[in-house]
Structures are given as structure tokens and as C-alpha cells.
């Protein structure tokens, strides 16, 4: 199957295709929620983009924040690898970043300018992206699934380790416990090729979470 990229054309297909699936759950969201403005983030390189996704990993919104504009005042931006590698311990304290943090980044840094192929990631298969990335120390599968949603705009990513997809299902689908992964994915099966836009949905669904959603038409098998 053709990878789907998330132009707005892409998402206005995703939205019908999505409002009319079998699955009844997600199809209620869709409509209550309509358009999505779920856009792909291009500035800056492929290697600042990640660079920023570690950095924020486990730590506050206004932490990562913080940080991040303090390396910008430092480096200017995007960030490059050089400026990585060349920083040495007590700067990198100075700017907030633990020593784990740390070693992340120069990590990522020593990859990109070993060859890592940042700038042919676009044209990889989604699986083959997530090998090529997460051979770096810092980024899991979920950081890649999230670089496929939102830098390459892949229409059909379903991050089944992600807590907050895993708790909009839960609230969503009536279910005592938040759900498998397994559980997951055959839920999925209905969205597919849009499943990227039916975990927008989803996550949209949790900025609801003082109104009451709807009983749902069924519960999830």
C-alpha cells in the first residue's frame, strides 16, 4: 500500500474515510471533532528536530522549553552536530541538560556526522525509518513514530506505546484498564489507512476530558 503523507488533502480523505468506518467509536469523534489541524513541522534540520524530541523526554513542557532556548541562545538554531560534539561537560551542565541528556545528544550528534541518513528518511518505509533512528541511544520506537507523524507527515503510524493514546481509548472504548497493545492494533485495523489521523482524534479527545463523551455505540473486543 502507498504511504500516505498528511497533506490537507490527505486529511480531508482521512476525515470521511474515518467518519463512515466500521469502527463506531472513532467515527462519533471525527464528527463531534471535525477538520483537524494536525500540521508537519518543518523547520529547522532532521537532526534540531530530534535533538529538540530527546531533549524533551521525561521532563516538563517548560523544562524542555527552557533548556531549549538556552541552547539556542548558545548555539543559534537549528543546532548542529558540531556544536554538540564540541561542547564539553560543564556547558552542557550550564545549560540544563543532565548528564544522560548529554551523552543522548553527542550520541546523535557522532551518527549524523558518521553517516546516519537523516535527509533520505523521507523515503524510507515507515518500519525502515524506525530502524534507522533508534539505533541511536535516546531514541525509542515511540520518538520515531513521532518523527514519522509529525516531520514526515505519515498518514498510518498507530504509536501504541504512547500513555495518552492508550487513555483516550480507555475513556473512549469503555474499558476498566488501559488497554494492550495487541488490543490496540486490532482496534486500529478499522482507521487503517489513516490511522495517524484517528490518534489526533483521539488525543483531541483527552483536551474533552472535563465534558463527559458520549457512551460509546459499542465497546472494544
Known sequence: MARVRLDSRAIERARRHLGGCSDSVIARLSKEIGAVPMGVRRGGSAFAYLSRAILAQQISTAAARSIGQRMTDRWGWPWRPEQ?????DDEMRALGLSRQKASYLRDLAAHTNNGLPLQRLSRMTDERVIETLTVVKGIGRWTAEMYLMFRLGRGDVLPVDDLGIRSAMRRAYGMRGLPRKERMRR????????????????WTSLDAAKKPLPKPHRKAR
Open 84 to 88: 554538540v560534539l564540541a561542547a564539553s
Open 187 to 202: 482496534i486500529a485495523e478499522a482507521w487503517r489507512p489513516y490511522r495517524s489521523i484517528a490518534c489526533f482524534y483521539l
